[in-house]
């Protein structure tokens, strides 16, 4: 070996042989965490966790952990708190638990050691499962162990320099993939403070390992921890390999050549199950988020006053001129949206002159506007043309009067033109049409109407006495298209 693999199988010894307490007290219950900072990952960890939560009835808490204001903007964290997830911002925890790094796959040991959970199913974003991996912590598989493994489809050589330095034998099975991993910290936490340590020296180790998933098996094995690995090979489709349960059926489809893209075409993939589902939640998704990770810049608490009045308020109308308006709903995560569907992002600034409301669309600065009377912004779209624009509070709909005399008076006069028109089927296709159309106009109204006086009013519709079929067929259609309930 060289001296600097000798140094680092020195420093690799000195690490394997602590035993550093587990911290009792601190991690508690089961849970799921993935790591999903960034837009590439966050589309793919929305993918999987609907898959859970919508599709798979999965009630395991879920913990997202990410990278700071750079990789998780307001929005984001609001799409994912709707399914139940808890966000946790590595650099805030490194502030009490510091590391030396957690640039990528360092994060995900660093992130199920200091993981609520004592017990933790690590997964990662472009992993879709196919059931609820519950069951999983109830299994003797891992119950025999308190950590569970998956195997990679290829393994350490027996020539690799890892060997060298960390003194062990080669390793005659699998190497462990670690797209899915279950561990009980309180069983395997020597072990994976090891693995921790060897991650953070990612420079040294990575160069014959690749990524985390290899310091894993190097932590249990020089360790001398329990472990369990599923017997049953992965199963392989395009861009995809396919993880199975301790009884050999597929449970997780990890996505790591093909993870799932919002704005590009993603491959469709023989094989791969739930992809319609996967497929919806994207165009969901699509619709409430443009794949950009929008944080609001410091400003004063004025600005944030201003802010919260424009949630409180709702609705409003911004209006370009030259343009048709566009109604829109500013949320508290800094979405202003049509109908649920994002059209910018915004926050008020401090300027020169005032405060400023910015809008931005596609990353970019899209309408400036500043408060003027009666809650009204005015201002200017950025981009050429630089047209006025107007943001103004959306009145209110003011709902119906039922007036009853205007509805009698109406019902008289539909009536009335029944009766002159041809008694056939598409004059009584038009008129009950038209009753429904009333009910809807004054519900009300027309529901105190539908009493014996309708049913003199259709008697006086010219229906002959002696078509006695026909005119019970008319007065129950017309009866039908007043009743809330048929009608719904």
Same mark, same amino acid.
């Given at each position: 070996?060289?001296?600097?693999?000798?140094?680092?199988?020195?420093?690799?010894?000195?690490a394997? /042989?602590?035993?550093?307490?587990?911290?009792?007290?601190?991690?508690?219950?089961?849970?799921?965490?993935?790591?999903?900072?960034?837009?590439?990952?966050?589309?793919?960890?929305?993918?999987?966790?609907?898959?859970?939560?919508?599709?798979?009835?999965?009630?395991?808490?879920?913990?997202?952990?990410?990278?700071?204001?750079?990789?998780?903007?307001?929005?984001?964290?609001?799409?994912?708190?709707?399914?139940?997830?808890?966000?946790?911002?590595?650099?805030?925890?490194?502030?009490?638990?510091?590391?030396?790094?957690?640039?990528?796959w360092?994060?995900?040991?660093?992130?199920?050691?200091?993981?609520?959970?004592?017990?933790?199913?690590?997964?990662?974003?472009?992993?879709?499962?196919?059931?609820?991996?519950?069951?999983?912590?109830?299994?003797p598989?891992?119950a025999?162990?308190?950590?569970?493994?998956?195997p990679?489809?290829?393994?350490?050589a027996?020539?690799?320099?890892?060997?060298?330095?960390?003194?062990?034998?080669?390793?005659?099975?699998?190497?462990?993939?670690?797209?899915?991993?279950?561990?009980?910290?309180?069983r395997?936490?020597?072990a994976l403070?090891? &693995?921790?340590?060897?991650?953070?020296?990612?420079?040294?180790?990575?160069?014959?390992?690749?990524?985390?998933?290899?310091?894993?098996?190097?932590?249990?094995?020089?360790?001398?921890?329990?472990?369990?690995?599923?017997?049953?090979?992965?199963?392989?489709?395009?861009?995809?390999?396919?993880?199975?349960?301790?009884?050999?059926s597929?449970?997780?489809?990890?996505?790591?050549?093909?993870?799932?893209?919002?704005? &590009?075409?993603n491959p469709?993939?023989?094989?791969?199950?739930?992809?319609?589902?996967?497929?919806?939640?994207?165009?969901?998704?699509?619709?409430?988020?443009?794949?950009?990770?929008?944080?609001?810049?410091?400003?004063?608490?004025?600005?944030?006053?201003?802010?919260?009045?424009?949630?409180?308020?709702?609705?409003?109308?911004?209006?370009?001129?030259?343009?048709?308006?566009?109604?829109?709903?500013?949320?508290?995560?800094?979405?202003?949206?049509?109908?649920?569907?994002?059209r910018?992002?915004?926050?008020?600034?401090?300027?020169?002159?005032g405060?400023?409301?910015?809008?931005?669309?596609?990353?970019?600065?899209?309408?400036?506007?500043?408060?003027?009377?009666?809650?009204?912004?005015?201002?200017?779209?950025?981009?050429?043309?630089?047209?006025?624009?107007?943001?103004?509070?959306?009145?209110?709909?003011?709902?119906?009067?039922?007036?009853?005399?205007?509805?009698?008076?109406?019902?008289?006069?539909?009536?009335?033109?029944?009766?002159?028109?041809?008694?056939?089927?598409?004059?009584?296709?038009?008129?009950?049409?038209?009753?429904? &159309?009333?009910?809807?106009?004054?519900?009300?109204?027309?529901?105190?109407s539908?009493?014996?006086?309708?049913?003199?009013?259709l008697?006086?519709?010219?229906?002959?006495?002696?078509?006695?079929?026909? &005119?019970?067929?008319?007065?129950?259609?017309?009866?039908? /298209?007043?009743?809330?309930?048929?009608?719904?």
């Open positions: 070996m060289t001296r600097a693999a000798v140094n680092l199988a020195e420093e690799l010894k000195d394997a /042989a602590l035993d550093p307490a587990y911290p009792a007290g601190r991690f508690a219950g089961r849970g799921i965490v993935i790591c999903a900072g960034g837009a590439r990952f966050f589309t793919c960890a929305w993918v999987a966790i609907g898959m859970l939560r919508r599709h798979l009835g999965c009630t395991l808490p879920i913990e997202v952990w990410y990278l700071g204001d750079a990789e998780m903007g307001p929005a984001m964290q609001s799409l994912l708190g709707e399914q139940g997830v808890e966000l946790v911002d590595a650099f805030e925890v490194a502030k009490t638990y510091p590391a030396r790094r957690f640039d990528g360092e994060l995900k040991t660093y992130a199920i050691t200091h993981s609520r959970f004592q017990e933790v199913l690590l997964l990662d974003a472009d992993n879709v499962p196919v059931a609820d991996p519950a069951f999983l912590f109830d299994t598989d891992y025999a162990t308190g950590a569970l493994f998956w990679d489809i290829v393994r350490l027996r020539n690799n320099e890892i060997w060298a330095v960390s003194g062990l034998e080669p390793w005659a099975g699998p190497s462990f993939e670690s797209g899915q991993l279950l561990i009980d910290k309180a395997g936490w020597r403070q090891l &693995s921790f340590w060897i991650n953070q020296r990612a420079a040294e180790f990575y160069r014959f390992l690749y990524g985390d998933k290899d310091t894993f098996l190097i932590a249990w094995l020089l360790t001398g921890t329990a472990f369990t690995q599923i017997p049953h090979a992965p199963r392989l489709i395009e861009a995809t390999m396919c993880q199975r349960a301790p009884d050999g597929v449970l997780f489809q990890h996505r790591g050549a093909a993870k799932w893209l919002l704005t &590009s075409r469709v993939i023989d094989g791969f199950l739930f992809e319609p589902e996967c497929r919806e939640l994207l165009e969901e998704l699509a619709l409430r988020w443009d794949g950009h990770v929008f944080n609001p810049p410091p400003r004063s608490a004025a600005c944030r006053t201003l802010e919260a009045g424009l949630v409180q308020r709702g609705c409003f109308t911004l209006t370009l001129l030259g343009d048709s308006a566009l109604g829109l709903d500013f949320t508290p995560d800094h979405r202003a949206c049509e109908g649920g569907r994002l910018f992002y915004w926050h008020v600034e401090d300027g020169a002159a405060p400023v409301l910015m809008l931005h669309y596609a990353a970019l600065h899209f309408c400036s506007l500043a408060p003027d009377q009666g809650g009204v912004w005015r201002g200017q779209h950025l981009r050429s043309p630089q047209v006025p624009a107007i943001l103004a509070p959306t009145p209110p709909l003011r709902p119906a009067v039922p007036d009853h005399a205007e509805a009698e008076r109406v019902i008289a006069a539909v009536a009335a033109l029944y009766r002159r028109l041809p008694q056939d089927d598409e004059a009584l296709r038009d008129f009950v049409g038209t009753l429904r &159309s009333l009910r809807r106009l004054w519900p009300e109204a027309v529901a105190r539908a009493d014996p006086r309708v049913s003199a009013l008697a006086k519709a010219g229906e002959p006495a002696s078509a006695a079929t026909r &005119s019970a067929t008319v007065r129950r259609r017309s009866f039908a /298209a007043l009743d809330y309930d048929r009608d719904r």
